[in-house]
């Protein structure tokens, strides 16, 4: 029976260390887990500055380029200037100079997602990553807050809990202005690509006829 408590005795002071490395790394995350969460609010922020500056843009352009689009003739499809985004002009070029090589339109559409999922990166970073982070600092806290209410020090755990709950919201936000950036900018990119395709056909049949 010595021995059996021995033992008990040993597998609890084993399973005590551990549980205290977990709760000094989980701790220690805290200050790493609160520079990216504000890391990431200013990123939202300069990310949703730069999609406002797009989206007056898009509202500015959309319409006519639109209607140029779907007016475009045969003829005159070589001269045509679509006013849009940088990275639509850049690959309505290539199209262009492409003079209905299948080959080498393939490979522009090709680039253009490419680029628009490069372009999308940032958003869906936020969108995954922000809410994933803020959730993680939410619960490192709460550790700290259940200790401070077990000894009584209601000061230490309603600190914590303000910082569970700030980093909470701070990470939410971070997710939604991704997630809605993400959403508007995929709309935009399909019509982009939905255009240059249009264009890319009458140079097929420019060229075919």
């Known amino acids: 029976m010595g021995y059996l408590a021995k033992h008990e005795q040993i597998k609890l002071i084993n399973m005590n260390n551990i549980t205290n490395i977990l709760y000094w790394i989980s701790t220690g995350l805290l200050v790493p887990v609160i520079a990216l969460l504000l890391f990431g609010f200013v990123r939202a922020l300069t990310l949703l500055g730069s999609f406002f500056g797009m989206y007056i843009h898009r509202i500015k352009h959309e319409k006519k380029q639109q209607k140029l689009v ?16 940088k990275l639509f002009n850049t690959h309505l070029q290539r199209i262009i100079n492409a003079k209905g090589e299948n080959i080498i339109i393939e490979k522009v559409l090709a680039d253009f997602e490419i680029a628009s999922e490069k372009e999308l990166s940032s958003s869906k970073s936020l969108a995954k990553l922000g809410p994933m982070i803020g959730l993680m600092g939410t619960l490192i806290p709460m550790g700290p807050a259940l200790v401070g209410l077990a000894q009584g020090d209601i000061a230490s755990m309603a600190q914590n809990m303000q910082v569970a709950f700030s980093t909470t919201v701070v990470g939410l936000f ?36």
């Open 174 to 209: 971070a997710g939604a202005i991704g997630y809605v950036t993400q959403l508007v900018k995929q709309r935009w990119f399909v019509a982009d690509i939905n255009n240059l395709e249009y264009i890319a056909n009458l140079l097929k049949i420019k060229n075919n006829a």
């Open 70 to 85: 779907e007016e475009l003739e045969q003829s005159r499809i070589e001269n045509a200037k679509i006013k849009g985004n």
